[in-house]
């Protein structure tokens, strides 16, 4: 299960907003990050690529001067009446992306911080993709390649997620199907994701202040698209999982379409999606902060992902995601799991569906398509998403305590991680580790086998 990125930060500070229109009281400068294409034959190349702060976070107001279009929670409505006007009233700005976001780029190395007290508010966490060029994200062509990174979550307790992860945004953050968003990937915008996320201030170029809830920071439209999880952890727990949506590309929904509430599984997106998390597939000793787990996660650790095709091209269907990591030189397998009197190292629409049965949940990635449907996704190409959050909705509990609560955690399925049951609360975590971190370095993409040096 993977719930919407914590965005529930935005509402305690006001510079936390997305606009479409660009501002011009500070210059975006994109910090640069280097990345590395690799083939079997030809070795990895590094190029300069850089990256962008999602539009969420960023300062809005009015178009030609300093009055804010959203303060706290809330909207002004004389300069947001409606979506369209509000587009047209309000632009965000330049970042300080060090000062003001705690986003730390070097050579290859992006750090992130959770909490930066700044002059006038707090920041928490943060949300950035990679650029190919000044105005569009690199986009990602999965199928048939590996994706590999290095991460340091030695400084992520319970409750806070390192998330990397790939979206069927557009690469142009929605510029050419919306032409009132002027902003474009330049600024951040286009961001969906499965879970159909209601707190986007701006969905198809248009201001989601319709019956805004000032409360929870929620208007009335989501925004989907199909995500690929490809790692989510703290210290205590590490998962990836696929979730597919019916639409393509990104999408705008509202009522049962966003799959809210009760409606959870009547929505076009797999918002449970199909998780690999060795904890909760019951091997408890092989990811953790200490020296006697197979990988230690107080350690740098380089995380290895393969998207295998039935047929080993391109173009053929998507038939398996596979995990291998390296740490101290050493290459280590992801060790199999049972379920249901089978062996599994992998996520394949087999193994799926039968954790969906062992576990009693819904099967939604099969009714959506599967890893067949996923595959149709990457054709499209794929954006990159670097976060760090807390959980506002279930404290992070779905991927590193016992969830639901409610359960026994001897029932499979329910023990995700070794975190209580009343860990992960945001008020908590914000003031106990204000100094958390994640980092991550070293990307790598290209032909399977060709990012790290099998033994």
């Not at 690799?38 to 009055?67: E, F, P």
């Not at 990159?384 to 959980?391: E, I, K, T, V």
Request: with cysteine; proline share 4%.
């Amino acid at each position: 299960m993977k719930t919407h990125l914590a965005l529930v930060a935005l509402a305690v500070f006001c510079v936390a907003v997305e606009g479409q229109q660009p501002g011009n009281q500070k210059p975006e400068i994109h910090p640069q990050l280097s990345m590395q294409t690799c083939t079997q034959s030809g070795g990895c190349v590094t190029q300069q690529k850089s990256v962008v702060l999602d539009a969420n976070w960023r300062w809005l107001h009015t178009v030609t001067g300093y009055t804010n279009c959203y303060t706290g929670t809330t909207w002004d409505k004389s300069l947001c009446p409606d979506g369209k006007t509000c587009a047209t009233n309000c632009a965000l700005d330049g970042a300080d992306y060090e000062g003001t976001y705690g986003v730390h780029a070097s050579g290859n190395s992006l750090k992130l911080d959770f909490l930066i007290k700044g002059q006038y508010a707090i920041n928490v966490g943060s949300r950035l993709y990679l650029m190919d060029s000044e105005n569009e994200y690199y986009m990602f062509k999965l199928k048939n390649k590996e994706f590999t990174f290095d991460v340091d979550v030695s400084n992520l307790p319970c409750g806070i997620n390192g998330a990397l992860y790939m979206i069927q945004m557009d690469g142009d953050g929605g510029t050419s199907r919306f032409p009132a968003n002027k902003a474009g990937a330049k600024f951040g915008t286009g961001y969906c994701d499965a879970q159909c996320p209601h707190d986007i201030k701006f969905i198809n170029g248009e201001a989601n202040c319709e019956d805004w809830d000032s409360t929870n920071a929620v208007g009335k439209y989501g925004t989907c698209c199909s995500e690929m999880d490809i790692w989510e952890s703290n210290s205590i727990s590490t998962a990836y999982t696929t979730h597919v949506c019916t639409v393509q590309g990104q999408t705008r929904c509202e009522g049962q379409q966003c799959g809210d509430g009760s409606q959870r599984h009547d929505g076009v997106c797999d918002k449970d999606g199909c998780d690999f998390n060795p904890y909760r597939m019951g091997d408890k000793s092989f990811f953790g902060p200490a020296q006697n787990f197979s990988i230690d996660s107080t350690q740098v650790l380089t995380v290895v992902t393969q998207f295998i095709t039935a047929d080993g091209t391109d173009t053929g269907d998507l038939k398996e995601i596979k995990r291998i990591w390296v740490q101290n030189g050493k290459v280590i397998q992801t060790r199999n799991v049972n379920v249901m009197n089978s062996t599994f190292n992998s996520t394949t629409d087999d193994f799926c569906n039968k954790q969906k049965a062992s576990f009693g949940d819904p099967n939604d990635y099969e009714k959506r398509g599967g890893n067949k449907a996923m595959g149709d996704a990457m054709d499209k190409g794929m954006v990159l998403a670097l976060s760090l959050w807390d959980d506002h909705a279930a404290y992070m509990l779905w991927l590193d305590s016992n969830y639901p609560t409610d359960k026994d955690p001897s029932t499979p399925g329910v023990a995700r991680g070794s975190c209580p049951i009343s860990s992960g609360r945001p008020t908590e975590v914000e003031k106990n580790h204000p100094d958390a971190s994640v980092t991550y370095s070293n990307i790598k993409f290209g032909e399977l086998n060709s990012t790290y040096k099998p033994n």
